[in-house]
């Protein structure tokens, strides 16, 4: 035993480890990545890691890996889950052989999301385990323990973390690395893994015949427990089950439920103890809604009551909060402090020199009465230069721009779509919309990698996961076999080209594609690439602002005029805007 | 209870750095820790925050109002985060700040450095020369360490503890240059 100070996601990844994990696959997606990332990077590692495309993906090579007998774990973010939501509720009914591990990273207050899904949900609608870890350590040993449960109930089982879980640290006993002595073999056996009708139906019974033996079992193991003290008590889960533990009473009883499902009588057994329970738990109300089946006479605060909103995530001051909302005492008071008088915001940016910037300042200024769908990656930060104006969920960029088409609409429809997200989901838009006659321009952002998620390779970068050289994938190839005609290639960063192209496409109709490529600056940098920086000539700005409004963070205005600072990477896309000839590349002495 | 440090800054100035730092420290004594960071988009050049909380068993989150100590690697994001601190919690503060973008997109009054100390209130704070200081030490980068090293009094875990937690953290070929910025911290810290 071993103790390190770690991120969460490094703990998570460590338990796989000492598993003997054979095989990790999962797509990017922020709070869960760190888990594949750790997992690649370390040179020792016995399993195989792979980055798939999307999630759905990921899901069904994990489990075709854990029907020939390997220990396997897929990972993801929430939202990833409902792109794996169809292989997952017939997994429940084919079952498993090696241990199967759903890692789903729920991120409560939509930290880095589009929603606050709860993805105990999903696990209660397939009637699959969860693990609900409330601390670093236990996150750490509930995933190792994962995979044994997976394999006594031949079920997949989920493990959801949250952000506070993933993205805390702190200090955790590790154990050692097991490498793993097993050899892919599959059986063949119809019945199980062919859902005709004939068999699915009995797969089904199987799968609800088991969940008594998991109740008992998930209690036995000591992941739901309680402490019995006085008249009142809390029920909570998760992270906020450690926010709890920091702010009850002494007298306060304590129930934590760290697994799913819940076993009724047991619940039962321990809210019938008190006059009046208080659940907490962040997102759903899943205990809350089992409490108040189980609940007789006693009475129940919670969501449902008031106390405990359904949105946002947990906090010792909030739950200290809600204990005192219910009428049970807490033995930690906050008061609130004063909020600083405002400042201005420091909202995350563009990077100085991102090609994005570019691309859509260029599409704004050829289609100034666009439509502009777009997508999930570090361009929907192009909200702040009016270029987004949907965003709902991986892929719907196309789709959004030809169902706008589909209904009529008469402005120019340009959607904007990252190249990993592209090969997530953005295809069938592109097949489709093209199938369809839609009348859309579709820019493809393509910068070799998953950058938004901390720079993970993709099928267009030319290296796995472990960084093995693999031919890119064409994304010319891929638009032009979906049948677009126009298909051009071209880097934003040469303004004025990509202008021109633009305006071709508006001339034209049908699906036009271009494709906007040019590395991510922080690939470059890393590469060592060094473009030098661009300055401004003092004695001949105007002060006329034109390259301040392209929003570039080395532009400022000094003293009225445009200044550029260290940040500058060197694209040179500002000494293009700028009318009078002002800025240009640094020439060193 | 616990020592609770909020390390505040910009995407990119070595807040979770900084933090693995302290982190460290910590098991090197074993002593328990938490600490929550900023990850995924905000960094991208937004206000980040690092919660360290020395000592403490539960959770990673500190409540508004109670932490005992703020780092800011920029004196603009030390006045957005003066809320953190209890009525007599302490400040160490970078002199430097970057004007946001948003200041010149939407053409707000820039933040000057006297309105943004008296933003920092009745508490006691010390401002540091983080860049000319890092400079002598040999590496601009270093700044974080400055700060630290400033800070390193008032934080409580044994000087050699976080030394050897530097040497654990920064990349090898800088570790010289880290420890000789820590010590020029300590002395810009102690000086008026």
């Given at each position: 035993m071993v103790v390190h100070y770690l991120l969460g996601n490094e703990a998570i990844a460590h338990g796989c480890l000492e598993a003997a994990v054979d095989i990790a696959c999962g797509y990017p997606g922020t709070p869960s990545s760190e888990v594949i990332d750790t997992l690649r990077m370390d040179p020792d590692r016995a399993c195989k890691v792979e980055w798939s495309v999307n999630e759905k993906v990921a899901f069904e090579e994990?489990?075709?890996?854990?029907?020939?007998?390997?220990?396997?774990?897929?990972?993801?973010?929430?939202?990833?889950?409902?792109?794996?939501?169809?292989?997952?509720?017939?997994?429940?009914?084919?079952?498993?052989?090696?241990?199967?591990?759903?890692?789903?990273?729920?991120?409560?207050?939509?930290?880095?999301?589009?929603?606050?899904?709860?993805?105990?949900?999903?696990?209660?609608?397939?009637?699959?385990?969860?693990?609900?870890?409330?601390?670093?350590?236990?996150?750490?040993?509930?995933?190792?323990?994962?995979?044994?449960?997976?394999?006594?109930?031949?079920?997949?089982?989920?493990?959801?973390?949250?952000?506070?879980?993933?993205?805390?640290?702190?200090?955790?006993?590790?154990?050692?690395?097991?490498?793993?002595?097993?050899?892919?073999?599959?059986?063949?056996?119809?019945?199980?893994?062919?859902?005709i009708p004939a068999h699915t139906r009995i797969l089904h019974q199987k799968l609800n015949q088991k969940q008594p033996a998991i109740k008992k079992k998930l209690v036995e193991l000591g992941y739901n427990r309680y402490e019995v003290k006085g008249k009142t008590a809390v029920i909570c889960s998760g992270v906020g089950a450690s926010y709890v533990r920091e702010v009850i009473g002494s007298d306060v009883s304590l129930a934590v439920i760290g697994a799913y499902p819940i076993d009724e009588g047991w619940l039962a057994g321990f809210i019938q103890k008190h006059e009046k329970v208080l659940v907490v738990e962040e997102l759903s109300p899943i205990i809350e809604e089992i409490a108040r089946q189980v609940s007789g006479f006693v009475l129940i605060y919670g969501k449902k009551t008031g106390q405990v909103p359904y949105e946002g995530e947990l906090s010792p001051e909030r739950v200290a909060k809600y204990l005192t909302a219910a009428g049970i005492q807490t033995s930690v008071r906050y008061e609130e402090p004063q909020k600083p008088a405002a400042l201005p915001v420091r909202s995350p940016v563009l990077c100085a020199g991102c090609m994005h910037r570019a691309a859509m300042y260029a599409m704004k200024k050829v289609f100034r009465d666009g439509i502009f769908p777009s997508d999930i990656g570090c361009y929907?930060?192009?909200?702040?230069?009016?270029?987004?104006?949907?965003?709902?969920?991986?892929?719907?960029?196309?789709?959004?721009?030809?169902?706008?088409?589909?209904?009529?609409?008469?402005?120019?429809?340009?959607?904007?779509?990252?190249?990993?997200?592209?090969?997530?989901?953005?295809?069938?838009?592109?097949?489709?919309?093209?199938?369809?006659?839609?009348?859309?321009?579709?820019?493809?952002?393509d910068n070799r990698i998953t950058a938004m998620t901390g720079h993970q390779p993709n099928p267009t970068t030319g290296l796995t996961a472990?960084?093995?050289?693999?031919?890119?994938?064409?994304?010319?190839?891929?638009?032009?076999?979906?049948?677009?005609?126009?298909?051009?290639?071209?880097?934003?960063?040469?303004?004025?080209?990509?202008?021109?192209?633009?305006?071709?496409?508006?001339?034209?109709?049908?699906?036009?594609?271009?494709?906007?490529?040019?590395?991510?600056?922080?690939?470059?940098?890393?590469?060592?690439?060094?473009?030098?920086?661009?300055?401004?000539?003092?004695?001949?700005?105007?002060g006329c602002k034109a390259c301040i409004k392209f929003g570039c963070p080395a532009i400022e205005l000094r003293g009225g005029l445009a200044f550029i600072t260290d940040l500058c990477s060197g694209c040179g896309v500002c000494s293009e805007l700028c009318p009078v000839g002002a800025i240009s590349r640094e020439v060193k002495e | 209870m616990s020592f609770d440090v909020m390390?505040?800054?910009?995407?990119?100035?070595?807040?979770?750095?900084?933090?693995?730092?302290?982190?460290?420290?910590?098991?090197?004594?074993?002593?328990?820790?938490?600490?929550?960071?900023?990850?995924?988009?905000?960094?991208?050049?937004?206000?980040?925050?690092?919660?360290?909380?020395?000592?403490?068993?539960?959770?990673?989150?500190?409540?508004?109002?109670?932490?005992?100590?703020?780092?800011?690697?920029?004196?603009?994001e030390a006045a957005r985060a003066v809320h953190w601190l209890k009525p007599d919690g302490k400040i160490y503060t970078s002199q430097e700040f970057v004007v946001p973008t948003s200041v010149f997109m939407q053409d707000y009054p820039s933040p000057e450095e006297p309105m943004l100390l008296e933003m920092l209130g009745s508490r006691p704070y010390k401002v540091v020369d983080c860049r000319r200081i890092a400079e002598e030490a040999g590496n601009v980068l270093t700044q974080n360490i400055v700060l630290l090293g400033a800070a390193s009094p008032d934080i409580p875990l044994k000087k050699e503890s976080l030394l050897e937690a530097i040497r654990r953290t920064v990349p090898q070929k800088t570790v010289d240059m880290n420890l000789k910025a820590f010590d020029m911290g300590i002395d810009a810290g102690k000086s008026e």
């Open positions: 994990a489990l075709a890996a854990s029907w020939c007998g390997l220990r396997t774990i897929c990972t993801m973010k929430h939202v990833g889950l409902n792109v794996a939501a169809d292989p997952l509720m017939t997994s429940a009914y084919t079952g498993t052989k090696g241990g199967f591990v759903i890692l789903s990273a729920d991120d409560p207050f939509a930290h880095s999301s589009q929603n606050e899904q709860d993805s105990r949900c999903y696990a209660q609608f397939a009637r699959i385990p969860c693990f609900d870890p409330s601390t670093l350590q236990e996150a750490h040993d509930m995933v190792r323990d994962a995979f044994s449960i997976s394999e006594e109930f031949s079920l997949p089982v989920m493990f959801r973390p949250t952000t506070r879980i993933c993205h805390s640290k702190s200090d955790v006993d590790m154990g050692e690395v097991k490498v793993s002595d097993r050899t892919a073999l599959f059986e063949k056996d119809p019945r199980q893994y062919v859902v929907t930060l192009g909200i702040q230069l009016g270029t987004v104006d949907t965003t709902i969920c991986m892929g719907a960029s196309i789709t959004i721009a030809s169902g706008m088409s589909l209904a009529g609409e008469k402005r120019d429809i340009v959607c904007t779509i990252g190249d990993s997200t592209f090969l997530h989901t953005g295809i069938q838009g592109l097949i489709n919309a093209v199938y369809n006659g839609a009348n859309i321009t579709v820019v493809i952002l472990c960084g093995i050289l693999t031919p890119p994938v064409s994304i010319e190839a891929i638009c032009r076999a979906a049948g677009a005609t126009f298909v051009e290639t071209v880097s934003p960063s040469n303004l004025t080209t990509f202008m021109n192209v633009l305006k071709e496409a508006k001339s034209k109709t049908g699906v036009k594609v271009i494709i906007a490529r040019q590395p991510c600056v922080i690939s470059e940098k890393r590469s060592k690439i060094n473009r030098g920086k661009y300055i401004v000539h003092q004695d001949v700005c105007i | 390390i505040v800054g910009i995407g990119g100035q070595g807040t979770i750095l900084t933090s693995n730092i302290l982190g460290k420290a910590c098991v090197i004594e074993g002593i328990p820790v938490r600490g929550a960071e900023t990850h995924g988009m905000a960094q991208r050049g937004g206000s980040v925050e690092s919660q360290i909380r020395i000592g403490q068993q539960y959770g990673p989150l500190i409540a508004p109002g109670t932490a005992d100590l703020l780092l800011s690697f920029d004196l603009l």
